[in-house]
């Protein structure tokens, strides 16, 4: 399963990790990804990946 957030489309980016000497490998970004129990608007709930920037901005609505 990939990790990507379901609301927002945020995914795994890649990059490079470089040390004090500039030695270059890759590295990736990981969002914090959690599933948690969502309220959708026509009030089923349903198990979803949202981040962890989603659920703090207030786009998704726990189901308790």
Do not use: D, W, Y
């Amino acid at each position: 399963m990939a990790r990507r957030c379901e609301i927002c489309g945020k995914q795994t980016v890649f990059g490079k990790r470089i040390s004090h000497a500039h030695n270059v490998s890759s590295r990736k970004f990981c969002p914090n990804i959690q599933r948690v129990k969502v309220r959708l608007p026509n009030g089923q709930i349903k198990r979803m990946k949202v981040c962890t920037k989603c659920l703090k901005a207030g786009k998704v609505e726990k189901a308790v």
